[in-house]
């Protein structure tokens, strides 16, 4: 699994665009880039996925430049509610061993 | 959809004693792993299995074993407690067939070694 590097926290206030960048320099070519959400008290939960270039959801955006080896999450106009703890991972489909790193830590406050 | 269903939710333990975490994923998923999460840490892997009866060690595996004997099911088994167990366990699943590594959570177990 392709190491990354992600920000330990972000602050951010209510109505703002939040972006937050992971650098995995070492990817491979079938590496997808997969974005969680974690609440307190739960799970992670799959918010987005990309391979290249950008993708959206309702709930975010996902920019991943043509070298591939940084992405950025962007989470626009964000509310109290989007205040979590968001991971990054690197993978394909063969890799069995998953792991999660520390993560990035974004507060909104009001 | 139940997706990943993890019991208890919350449990206190003596140090020394033993209890089984469980979990169960109706999506009928060949990948399951348990993580461990400590206060303001990431997930840490100690188990996984890649399909019934099958399976093997993560990051963090001593104090703890499995079994698979299901395709549904995948226990979490701590033979002698200890403080250094206390933590929020997690029980996720993967669907091998979307090729892209998709994890489902359980809503975690909640534990305490005292």
């Known amino acids: 699994l392709a190491k990354t590097t992600q920000p330990i926290s972000m602050d951010s206030y209510e109505g703002q665009e939040v972006n937050i960048t992971c650098s995995h320099n070492?990817?491979?070519?079938?590496?997808?880039i997969t974005w969680y959400q974690q609440f307190p008290s739960q799970g992670p939960r799959f918010i987005i996925q990309?391979?290249?270039t950008k993708v959206t959801n309702e709930v975010a955006s996902l920019f991943i430049p043509a070298d591939r080896k940084s992405s950025t999450l962007s989470l626009p106009r964000v509310s109290l509610s989007d205040t979590a703890v968001y991971y990054c991972?690197?993978?394909?489909?063969?890799?069995?061993?998953?792991?999660f790193g520390a993560g990035t830590t974004v507060t909104v406050r009001a | 959809n139940a997706g990943v269903t993890q019991t208890p939710k919350f449990r206190i333990l003596k140090i020394g004693q033993s209890m089984t975490l469980q979990c169960t994923q109706d999506m009928n998923h060949n990948y399951m792993y348990w993580y461990r999460q400590d206060p303001g840490m990431g997930l840490k892997l100690i188990y996984y299995s890649v399909g019934a009866g099958i399976t093997d060690k993560g990051e963090v595996p001593n104090g703890y074993n499995v079994s698979r004997s299901t395709t549904e099911d995948f226990p979490l088994r701590l033979e002698l407690a200890a403080p250094s167990q206390t933590s929020v366990y997690f029980c996720?699943?993967?669907?091998?067939?979307?090729?892209?590594?998709?994890?489902?959570f359980g809503a975690g177990t909640r534990l305490s070694v005292l």
């Open positions: 996720a699943s993967v669907s091998e067939k979307t090729a892209k590594n998709i994890q489902y």
């Open positions: 990309g391979y290249k």
């Open positions: 070492n990817i491979a070519t079938n590496d997808y």
């Open positions: 991972l690197v993978g394909a489909g063969n890799d069995y061993k998953l792991s």
